[in-house]
């Protein structure tokens, strides 16, 4: 049976140093963070998202800025109000809860947002100062899940490390900083081929494919290290990931659950992202 990796425990560990850091900076008179954070329409996953950001912020005494907007806005009217908090001192970091309205151009809206106050590490100059190592945000799953291997005590250097899917948020930086950290690592995609294969050499297995309980035992090796980032509703109403828990496990040396595993530390990341930038750049 593996050692269930408890993103649950870790992320509060995280969220309470940055409390501490939050006074700390507080008693010494320095400038606080303040996240700002813009919904487009309705969508109850987005809400319940944004709402537990504001949450987060709360907690560790960030500050916060909650901008509801209706569905109809214009893109030129989200522009325009990212274009004020750009400059508006106060703000720290913004955040534009993905997805928004159809009618509007999501990559537009990520590069309009200044890339200093950029905390989700979407933009274009945050993801290329992440590939070359320079400073900038990091993406928030992927530094939760570097997070989880760390303070589990997994070693990442050396390690063959496998990284299911390439998307923009999670697989591509995911393999970036697996690779910063001096793993060995393999990316793979929905054209690889003897999928099985490959992911049975790896010594740390990260899973973002999007497809619920795809990866059974049959894909891991004896002790290995697996991290499922897949988030799925079941028809029983139940979350369950893109590994086959009860299957995986046996397997694994260490694993994260759904729900508790990588979900919590997405947000953990983020406030982490929001008290740096006060002191990244
Ligand atoms: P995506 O759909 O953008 O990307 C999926 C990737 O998987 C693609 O790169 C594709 O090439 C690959 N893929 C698809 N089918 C495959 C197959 N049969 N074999 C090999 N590779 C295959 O998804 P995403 O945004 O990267 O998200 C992945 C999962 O992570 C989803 O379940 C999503 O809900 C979840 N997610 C969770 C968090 C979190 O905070 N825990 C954050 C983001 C995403």
Redesign the pocket.
């Known amino acids: 049976m593996a050692n269930i990796i408890d993103g649950k425990k870790i992320s509060q560990e995280i969220k309470d140093e940055l409390k501490a850091e939050v006074e700390g900076i507080k008693s010494r008179g320095e400038k606080v963070p303040c996240l700002a954070v813009i919904q487009v329409g309705n969508d109850p996953a987005s809400t319940v998202y944004v709402s537990n950001k504001k949450k987060a912020c709360e907690y560790i005494g960030i500050g916060s800025k909650s901008f509801e907007l209706k569905e109809e806005t214009t893109q030129d009217e989200l522009l325009n109000l990212i274009d004020d908090l750009n400059n508006d001192d106060e703000v720290t970091g913004i955040l534009v809860q993905l997805p928004v309205p159809k009618h509007i151009d999501e990559d537009l809206i990520i590069r309009r947002i200044d890339p200093k106050k950029d905390v989700d590490g979407f933009h274009p100059m945050s993801v290329g100062a992440l590939l070359i190592g320079e400073k900038g945000f990091l993406s928030?799953?992927p530094a939760?899940v570097i997070q989880l291997l760390k303070r589990s005590g997994v070693e990442i250097a050396g390690k063959d490390c496998v990284v299911?899917?390439?998307?923009?948020?999670?697989?591509?930086p995911m393999s970036v900083l697996l690779l910063r950290e001096n793993g060995t690592v393999t990316i793979?995609?929905?054209?690889?081929k003897d999928?099985k294969e490959v992911c049975k050499r790896a010594d740390i297995l990260v899973?973002?494919?999007?497809?619920?309980k795809?990866i059974d035992a049959s894909y891991i090796k004896e002790g290995a290290v697996v991290i499922d980032?897949?988030?799925?509703r079941m028809e029983n109403g139940k979350l369950c990931?893109?590994v086959d828990y009860e299957s995986a496990e046996k397997q694994a040396s260490f694993i994260t659950p759904?729900p508790g595993?990588?979900?919590?530390?997405?947000?953990a990341m983020l406030m982490k992202n929001c008290v740096e930038a006060t002191k990244l750049f």
Do not use: E, Q, Y
């Open positions: 928030c799953t939760g299911i899917g390439r998307s923009n948020i999670v697989g591509k793979c995609h929905s054209k690889t999928l899973v973002a494919i999007g497809k619920p795809m980032v897949g988030i799925h990931g893109d759904v595993g990588v979900g919590p530390m997405t947000i």
